[in-house]
């Protein structure tokens, strides 16, 4: 019988740092182009990455509100003109609020889902890896995942008896060679063609 995925210790920085360092390499006339998430541009996706980690730094301080009650996608997000400024310190807010040991005790809630501290960790960690590299992909820029964060991202989409896929949040996963590489398991479970371009 299948057992419950193991989920390493998480540490949410080289995930956040791995999305700061694409910002520069996203030109202004990409924001409207496609990504791996259908129902994202990528001004939209960089909208969603704002928001989430905003959602979870609360969700880190048990700071029930809006930004934890509200479903991902309750409505399509709107990236803020001064972006390239606001989301580095977000992402760096976000590491700090989730390094603070009782952000992992007890429940909190984030996308309106109540849920274990350590579970929501996970949940955001997954989230900056799967869309580091959306972002990444739709923008012609190199994406260097640490092996701990896809992982625990692996770990994460991996279904089993006791913790059941949910098919409302996660498309199929795509069929990948068992020896393809880490980086390409956690986007193929993630229902994601690790070969996906722009124009597919």
């Known amino acids: 019988m299948k057992t419950t995925p193991t989920i390493p210790t998480i540490d949410l920085e080289p995930a956040a740092r791995q999305i700061a360092g694409l ?23 960089l909208a969603h990455v704002a928001g989430l980690s905003t959602a979870f730094c609360d969700a880190a301080r048990k700071d029930f509100g809006p930004t934890t009650d509200t479903a991902p996608d309750a409505a399509l997000p709107v990236l803020a003109d001064d972006w390239r400024e606001t989301l580095p310190p977000l992402l760096d807010e976000l590491v700090t609020a989730w390094r603070d040991p009782a952000a992992r005790q007890g429940m909190t809630r984030a996308g309106g889902v109540d849920m ?67 980086v390409d398991r956690a986007v193929a479970m993630s229902g994601r063609r690790p070969d996906w371009q722009p124009g597919d």
């Open 116 to 182: 274990p501290g350590e579970v929501a960790a996970a949940v955001v960690l997954d989230e900056l890896v799967i869309h580091g590299w959306d972002l990444a992909r739709s923008t012609g820029q190199k994406y260097e995942a640490d092996e701990a964060s896809l992982r625990v991202s692996l770990a994460m989409l991996t279904p089993s008896d006791t913790v059941p896929r949910s098919e409302r949040i996660f498309r199929p996963p795509v069929p990948v060679p068992a020896d393809a590489p880490l």
């Open 23 to 45: 910002l520069d390499g996203i030109g202004e006339q990409q924001l409207a182009g496609p990504t791996p998430c259908p129902d994202y541009t990528v001004r939209e996706l």
